[in-house]
């Protein structure tokens, strides 16, 4: 069973960085797109930034500029490195990938745990 383990959450000042990470607990056949979403307290999960074969890279407009997405195809890593943290990055991060475990089987839709980022003074 294929699942998605991030690392790298916790407890930063405003202004400072963290890097998440994600990758996969068993090797898959190929995957087209990995991202990062997050959610804060009472409200809806929302696209942070995202990597895929078809499109590039995309970001949230409220990161743009301040979070970097990057990806290891080859070992299914995907990392979000997140500078210039602001009180409103707050939230729990999940990382999400659409891949193929097996050649066979058709892409599906993964979500890892989730990993708590806070931001505060």
């Known amino acids: 069973q294929v699942q998605l383990v991030e690392s790298g959450g916790g407890f930063v000042q405003p202004g400072g960085s963290l890097r998440l990470s994600c990758t996969a607990s068993?090797?898959?056949?190929?995957?087209?797109?990995m991202g990062w979403y997050r959610q804060a307290p009472g409200k809806q999960r929302e696209l942070v930034a995202l990597?895929?074969?078809?499109?590039?890279?995309e970001y949230a407009d409220s990161v743009k500029g301040r979070f970097t997405i990057s990806r290891d195809s080859s070992k299914t890593i995907v990392d979000l490195q997140m500078n210039s943290l602001k009180s409103e990055d707050t939230a729990v991060y999940y990382c999400?990938?659409?891949?193929?475990?097996?050649?066979?089987?058709?892409?599906?839709?993964?979500w890892g745990r989730g990993t708590q980022v806070t931001v505060s003074s």
């Open positions: 999400n990938a659409h891949l193929r475990p097996y050649s066979w089987q058709p892409y599906v839709n993964f």
């Open positions: 068993v090797s898959i056949f190929d995957h087209n797109a």
């Open positions: 990597i895929s074969d078809g499109r590039g890279t």
